[in-house]
């Protein structure tokens, strides 16, 4: 036995094999698509999806140290944090951080390399945070 949703959309009895291109009508032969065409109406294109919106996402647990999502656009502008990543070692230093199973104690090995604090303090400028030196 065919499954309901498996059924031709146009005679309602063959297996349905077969999806129509503009509407995505189900079909189960030549003949059923070629009268699914002529059919008045019938085979209308689905309504496009809607234009994403960009909404910022909400923090799910935010802590007194989470920084908000305006502040953090700041980072984008700021010259010391874009000429910090110029450094092809800090980049390497981040993306092993990023892949880290224990990334609290790899940030705290990172505070003893002088480039990673250089760029921390040029993130904590940038956000308008406390410098921690």
Do not use: W
């Not at 999806?19 to 059923?32: A, E, F, I, K, Q």
């Not at 700041?74 to 092809?88: I, Y």
């Not at 980049?91 to 090995?109: F, Q, T, V």
Request: charged fraction near 30%; charge should be negative; hydrophobic fraction near 30%.
């Amino acid at each position: 036995m065919v499954a309901a949703d498996q059924l031709c959309g146009v005679c309602g009895r063959g297996e349905a094999r077969y999806r129509c291109p503009r509407c995505r009508t189900r079909y189960c032969s030549c003949g059923c698509y070629r009268d699914h065409k002529q059919e008045e109406g019938r085979c209308v294109e689905p309504p496009a999806p809607a234009p994403e919106t960009s909404v910022e996402p909400g923090y799910r647990y935010p802590t007194p140290d989470t920084v908000p999502p305006e502040k953090l656009c700041r980072l984008r502008e700021s010259e010391a944090v874009l000429e910090a990543l110029r450094n092809g070692h800090l980049r390497a230093l981040l993306r092993e951080l990023d892949g880290s199973r224990d990334p609290e104690r790899m940030l705290g090995a990172l505070m003893r390399e002088p480039i990673f604090v250089e760029f921390a303090d040029a993130c904590l400028e940038a956000v308008g945070g406390e410098n921690s030196s």
